[in-house]
């Protein structure tokens, strides 16, 4: 195998684990925030034991993401130098940024909140985790300003073979970012919801814990909570793609295995294609929603595969501009139907406990507790759509992938670290199943003891 490959695999591997975590850190550290602010504002206990309990697991979380995010930066320099010497002076700045700024800021104050119960006041300590509710949630804009000029370059002047920075309020401002960051952010709120809704569910009925109200108030906190980030991330979702048709056209193409440009566009609900050929085997669809989707509008036109690879050989020069189609297609269809799940089982939960009804039958004991795996099913083919959709462009319409990989590592190096990585990797999985395991079936604490 190339050097290319074996590093596109490394990365992917580190990426897609690190982002195991990302989403939960995001909205779990919003969710533990609230829990303490009701506990400052009410004084009852109750909350205060919903505060440590979830936000031990938050710690965990936490740990684990900032030790696999630590990668990242240095397979840049090493397996992407190529990259890194285009881009370092636009990529470099928001990093850069995310680290003074919002990961010290995150890294300061949960230390303090850690280590400061009952040693400052309610309110401090509240405002400690608000401090790193936002510092987490930071970090993640300041990521996704870098990763949006890899979808959309803005604020930059081609020198000396080098993307330059001539407009940092363009990179800041642009508009991939303003569709990009809501959907991840309210991604987040949903994965911490459903995981603290099947936990909660594990805690009630299978365990059958004795901190009955606890875990109930959970439930209901986290129902409200992640029926707020369903519909934002819905509403996020479907405003990425109408960005996403303007400035990545066959991106949309792929997600829909669209050969030919349709007037009256259909949305694929089942699509076996044949790739090489660039045809549809067997294909259901409804007529105009795919143009409803992208314009709202039914007769208009969205361009096909083949269509974009020709206007793209005529801008870009010859080569092969055409995805994965089959792997976008589907890796799309696994993020919107984790996410329409995730939707309908959110409202049924609301309405549970909007009545107060924690009778649950075991049907839905099972779904709830096997739901914690909806949002990772999104949040992870999300990206990897998002990712993989953009190819062959490492910077969308200025640097391709294979001129992006180093040109001095060779590929036993690349292998080494791909071995490496994935094993050490696995080990850190191990761990972080074992303690979320251990103190997600942990009793209760209540003034230092466990009930």
Do not use: C
Not at 295 to 320: A, I, N, T, W
Request: hydrophobic letters at 55%.
């Amino acid at each position: 195998m190339s050097a290319l490959i074996l590093a596109r695999w490394q990365f992917a591997i580190v990426t897609v684990y690190h982002f195991f975590f990302v989403p939960l850190t995001l909205g779990l550290s919003i969710f533990v925030a609230i829990l303490e602010t009701m506990y400052v504002r009410t004084g009852d206990e109750k909350y205060k034991q919903m505060t440590k309990f979830w936000g031990k697991l938050f710690l965990i979380n936490f740990a684990i993401g900032v030790a696999t995010g630590l990668v990242q930066e240095f397979q840049f320099g090493m397996n992407w130098s190529e990259y890194s010497r285009f881009m370092g002076d636009i990529f470099g700045a928001p990093l850069a940024i995310e680290a003074l700024l919002a990961f010290f800021l995150e890294s300061t104050f949960l230390g303090l909140w850690i280590f400061g119960w009952d040693k400052i006041s309610k309110n401090l300590h509240a405002m400690a985790i608000w401090l790193v509710a936002i510092g987490s949630n930071l970090s993640a804009f300041w990521i996704l300003v870098a990763n949006s000029f890899m979808q959309e370059p803005v604020g930059y002047v081609l020198r000396n073979g080098r993307a330059e920075m001539v407009d940092f309020f363009a990179l800041i401002t642009n508009p991939h970012v303003w569709v990009q960051f809501p959907h991840v952010v309210s991604g987040g709120v949903t994965a911490a919801a459903f995981f603290v809704i099947s936990i909660s569910v594990y805690q009630l009925f299978v365990k059958k814990t004795k901190a009955t109200e606890v875990f109930q108030r959970s439930i209901k906190t986290a129902a409200i909570y992640g029926s707020i980030g369903v519909i934002i991330v819905s509403y996020g979702g479907h405003s990425q793609m109408q960005h996403m048709v303007k400035i990545q056209p066959m991106k949309v193409a792929a997600a829909e295995a669209l050969w030919e440009t349709e007037q009256n566009a259909g949305l694929s609900l089942l699509t076996i294609a044949d790739e090489s050929e660039m045809r549809d085997i067997f294909a259901v669809k409804i007529p105009g929603m795919l143009s409803f989707l992208a314009y709202d509008k039914f007769d208009k036109e969205v361009k096909g595969v083949k269509d974009l690879q020709k206007e793209y050989e005529e801008k870009y020069g010859p080569g092969d501009y055409v995805p994965p189609v089959n792997f976008s297609y589907w890796m799309f269809r696994v993020m919107v139907g984790a996410g329409t799940a995730m939707l309908f089982i959110i409202l049924l939960v609301l309405f549970y406990a909007l009545k107060d009804r924690y009778d649950f039958k075991p049907w839905l004991v099972t779904l709830l507790i096997w739901s914690i795996v909806l949002p990772y099913l999104a949040n992870s083919s999300g990206w990897l759509f998002a990712e993989v959709g953009r190819q062959p462009w490492a910077v969308f319409g200025l640097m391709k992938v294979d001129a992006a990989v180093s040109n001095i590592v060779t590929p036993l190096e690349v292998l080494i670290s791909v071995v490496g990585f994935t094993i050490l990797y696995a080990v850190l999985m191990v761990a972080d199943v074992f303690l979320m395991k251990k103190y997600a079936a942990a009793d209760v604490e209540i003034s230092g003891k466990e009930a």
